[in-house]
């Protein structure tokens, strides 16, 4: 179960052997610019060798910078004056860090459950496909879609209501690296179904979850890349993969990733809905016009309730109710884990083409988030053996999402 970063444990002694990308001498920069400062950093994100794991907020970002462009970085940081620390000195050595306390975990706590691991795709279908057997009157588990690579795209239905329930909409997956969001996905369903405690979510919700939208970026960043965060459908110039929260038919290329070249990270597309995940999850969201009132997608890193809109600082009419449920929602973390609450360009920085602003502006759901998940020292490379100490607390936030679209559409 263990598979990828156990591969990457192996790496060490065995590199000729190993088909993961290895990244030894990457640094992983914790860097402080102001808003002035950063206007003339960004555009790095679009350039070989740069890869920024967090988004600007707050005169912080951190970046992850390849050994060949280390030198040109300090200059440039030297350059503006810009204020930077090593958070990761070698990332080839903090992958293997996270198997060693994934090991230590492991020796003095033995039995393993489904979060004691990240699961590939198939474990994750077969996980919910268990379910299912187990819990036949409850949860339905079916295929919307196919990815690029032709796996299945999965969506796993959970209610008891009998009449017409609000819809909740959750997925999870979208950036292949951000591994915590689908193990987040599986906690949230495992909660509905077999705790008895969330009767009442089930009875009165209609829920929708899609736990991995990206399943062959998924897998290659399992495999082959972890830090890989497109889809994995052929480009131009030998690039490959979309980013697919860029990728939707809402101001699309606009503002945030304008980039036309397909290698960058954000690369949105050579055109809306380019994708065959995006356009999957838009025809099963058109299915389900009028009914679905709620629509959450899970990324991280970073400790982020994101609110519409994303590609403009403009507010919709009823940004005040959603506002007030993610001020209920950001209360339920303790305090030592803070949820910032607001728009991207309010927090972060305006794009174009994200899922969250489509299925409010196109597909008529009016409560609709992104969360930025857990942010910890480990980066997207959390020791799966904490994905246990995580979990209850965010699946405490997404209830509080349901008892507040209970509130708002009783049956
Ligand atoms: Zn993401």
């Known amino acids: 179960m263990k598979t990828t970063l156990f591969l990457s444990y192996v790496c060490v002694l065995q590199i000729s052997l190993c088909h993961i990308k290895n990244y030894t001498g990457y640094k992983l920069y914790h860097v402080k610019p102001s808003v002035n400062q950063y206007e003339k950093l960004k555009h790095l994100n679009e350039e070989e060798g740069y890869d920024f794991w967090t988004q600007y907020h707050d005169r912080s970002i951190e970046i992850l910078v390849a050994p060949f462009k280390q030198r040109e970085f300090q200059s440039l940081l030297d350059k503006l004056g810009v204020e930077a620390e090593l958070k990761v000195e070698d990332l080839y050595k903090h992958f293997v860090k996270v198997q060693m306390a994934e090991k230590k975990k492991q020796r003095s706590e033995p039995g393993m459950s489904p979060f004691d691991q990240y699961l590939d795709y198939q474990q994750m279908c077969n996980y919910t ?76 919700l209609d829920w929708r979850i899609i736990f991995l939208l990206n399943p062959d970026g998924y897998e290659y960043s399992r495999n ?40 960058s990270s954000t690369y949105p597309g050579h055109e809306p809905f380019s994708e065959n995940e995006t356009r999957a999850l838009k025809n099963y969201v058109l299915g389900l016009k009028g009914k679905a009132k709620f629509y959450l997608s899970l990324h991280s890193y970073g ?24 001020e209920i929602v950001g209360d339920s973390f303790s305090k030592n884990n803070t949820y910032f609450i607001g728009s991207p360009p309010e927090l972060l920085y305006a794009a174009g083409g994200s899922s969250q602003d489509y299925m409010k502006a196109v597909l008529d759901i009016k409560y609709s988030f992104t969360m930025e998940l857990t942010k910890t020292e480990w980066g997207f490379f959390i020791p799966s053996t904490h994905i246990l100490s995580i979990m209850p607390e965010v699946y405490i936030a997404i209830s509080e999402f349901a008892k507040g679209m209970l509130n708002t559409y009783p049956n």
């Open 224 to 263: 082959h890349d972890h830090v890989w965060r497109k889809t994995r459908s052929k480009q131009e110039n030998g690039c490959f993969g979309v980013d697919g929260n860029r990728n939707y038919d809402i101001h699309w290329a606009e503002v945030g990733a304008v980039t036309t070249k397909p290698c």
């Open 303 to 326: 400790n982020y309730i994101l609110l519409p809109w994303g590609y403009t600082s403009e507010k919709p009419d009823d940004i005040e109710l959603l506002k007030d449920l993610a």
């Open 129 to 204: 496909q268990s379910l299912q057997e187990k819990y036949p009157g409850i949860i339905n588990v079916s295929s919307f879609g196919k990815s690029y690579e032709g796996r299945d795209l999965q969506v796993v239905r959970v209610t008891r209501c009998k009449n017409h329930c609000p819809v909740m909409l959750i997925e999870a997956g979208t950036h292949a690296r951000e591994w915590i969001g689908p193990a987040t996905a599986l906690y949230i369903i495992h909660q509905l179904v077999e705790n008895n405690t969330n009767n009442n979510l089930v009875n009165g």
